[in-house]
T-cell receptor
Framework: DAKTTQPPSMDCAEGRAANLPCNHS???????VYWYRQIHSQGPQYIIH???NNETNEMASLIITEDRKSSTLILPHATLRDTAVYYC????????????FGSGTQLTVLP | ETGVTQTPRHLVMGMTNKKSLKCEQH?????MYWYKQSAKKPLELMFV???????ENNSVPSRFSPECPNSSHLFLHLHTLQPEDSALYLC?????????????FGQGTRLTVV
């Protein structure tokens, strides 16, 4: 699985959009981009995933660049409860492959 | 509620004790995973089971012994642990072979070895 690079930490004002970047320059054609988050001492929570098209669900939007070498997770209106570590993972589809978690980005939403 | 339930949520055990962690999922998934998360460290994959067969063992010491009696249940048997084994142990499940779906995690068992 391709490796990812994320900033270690980011702050965001409550009510504003949080944009979390991820670089995955070695991603291959059959690898999806997944985002999870982990609120302190809880299990990771799935947010969203995509292959090459932009995706949106009730939690967030995922923007993937045309060359697929980077992506951005957007939380449109961040709340204090969105404070968590956010993990960007690239993963091969079609097999029972494990999720390899890096260090992620600690997002702190400020009041 | 993710559909993956871990028990107990907290466990304190001595180094000579034997205990077991339990994970149960009611999502119809075929793959189940054990992860370990030590303080201030990324999640580390320990074991992967696919259709009840162990497919990954990431060099985990033998004092950790997994068991997967069926696709819905996963256990982690613990014996003669060390204080450095204190961590959050997380179970996850996913659809598994041939499918690209997200993994769902339990809330974890916070283990303290004294």
């Amino acid at each position: 699985d391709a490796k990812t690079t994320q900033p270690p930490s980011m702050d965001c004002a409550e009510g504003r959009a949080a944009n979390l970047p991820c670089n995955h320059s070695t991603i291959s054609g059959n690898e999806y981009v997944y985002w999870y988050r982990q609120i302190h001492s809880q299990g990771p929570q799935y947010i969203i995933h995509g292959l090459k098209n932009n995706e949106t669900n009730e939690m967030a939007s995922l923007i993937i660049t045309e060359d697929r070498k980077s992506s951005t997770l957007i939380l449109p209106h961040a709340t204090l409860r969105d404070t968590a570590v956010y993990y960007c993972i690239v993963r091969v589809a079609g097999s029972a492959r494990q999720l390899t978690f890096g260090s992620g980005t600690q997002l702190t939403v400020l009041p | 509620e993710t559909g993956v339930t871990q028990t107990p949520r907290h466990l304190v055990m001595g180094m000579t004790n034997k205990k077991s962690l339990k994970c149960e999922q009611h999502l119809g998934h075929n793959a189940m995973y054990w992860y370990k998360q030590s303080a201030k460290k990324p999640l580390e994959l320990m074991f992967v089971y696919n259709f009840k067969e162990q497919t990954e063992n990431n060099s985990v010491p033998s004092r950790f012994s997994p068991e997967c009696p069926n696709s819905s249940h996963l256990f982690l048997h613990l014996h003669t642990l060390q204080p450095e084994d204190s961590a959050l142990y997380l179970c996850a499940s996913s659809q598994g072979q041939g499918r690209d779906t997200e993994a769902f995690f339990g809330q974890g068992t916070r283990l303290t070895v004294v």
